[in-house]
């Protein structure tokens, strides 16, 4: 299993320039999550799933878009960027289980906005 | 509402002594709490977690955490640092029962000092 996978791993991306991040996850987990983390901060979350077709807010959803049209794939994406979306972004997923069962990471994309 | 809060954001500690993270949270519900690990270039990994069962939980690595109502409190300890155990510290919390929401604290990096 390759788990949960990021593409890209690096972008560099101009003011209202717009991008998707990709997630997969091979786990066939229904819940899935997208969070970004700033320098010397906690992650926070941004969006999340808890099955195809159903998607949510996090505590942090301005600017950002989601899907999730199948099991595996959970794109976010950025309309037009912004230098306050510099961050690394995590995807993660976590199975039917009990709610705190583990989540699984992805090893991230790091996103510059200049 | 809830917050996690973590004492110190650079921890050094020699090799072979006693590591411990401080992890303090605020809820307003019985909280289940978790501390994930994160090394460089890398998504974060899951420690240990408390699930209202024993309140001395041990996870991987040899770490383990004790949950203190009456501190409010989570704290992360190793006997005996190890080199490997140099990484990036975070201490969550959700009392989201269908455990969606989750909330990170900043982060502690922890040194070992050869």
């Known amino acids: 299993n390759a788990g949960v996978t990021q593409t890209p791993k690096f972008r560099i991306l101009k003011i209202g320039q717009s991008m998707t991040l990709q997630c997969t996850q091979d786990?066939?987990?229904?819940?899935m999550y997208w969070y970004r983390q700033d320098p010397g901060m906690g992650l926070k979350l941004i969006y999340y799933?808890?099955?195809?077709?159903?998607?949510d807010k996090g505590e942090v959803p301005n600017g950002y878009n989601v899907s999730r049209s199948t099991t595996e794939d959970f794109p976010l994406r950025l309309e037009l960027a912004a230098p306050s979306q510099t961050s690394v972004y995590f995807c993660?997923?976590?199975?039917?289980?009990?709610?705190?069962?583990?989540?699984?990471f992805g090893p991230g994309t790091r996103l510059t906005v200049l | 509402a809830q917050s996690v809060t973590q004492l110190g954001s650079h921890v050094s500690v020699s090799e072979g002594a006693l590591v411990l993270l401080r992890c303090n949270y605020s809820s307003s519900v019985p909280p289940y709490l978790f501390w994930y690990v994160q090394y460089p270039n890398q998504g974060l990994q899951l420690l240990l977690k408390y699930t209202s069962a024993a309140t001395l939980v041990k996870g991987i690595n040899g770490f383990e955490a004790e949950f203190k109502k009456s501190e409010t409190s989570f704290h992360l300890t190793k006997p005996s640092a190890h080199m490997s155990d140099a990484a990036e510290y975070f201490c969550?919390?959700?009392?989201?029962?269908?455990?969606?929401?989750?909330?990170f604290g900043t982060g502690t990096s922890l040194t070992v000092i050869p």
């Open positions: 993660a997923s976590r199975g039917p289980g009990a709610p705190t069962d583990t989540q699984y």
């Open positions: 969550a919390v959700t009392s989201d029962p269908t455990g969606n929401q989750f909330y």
């Open positions: 786990m066939n987990h229904n819940y």
């Open positions: 799933s808890v099955g195809a077709g159903i998607t």
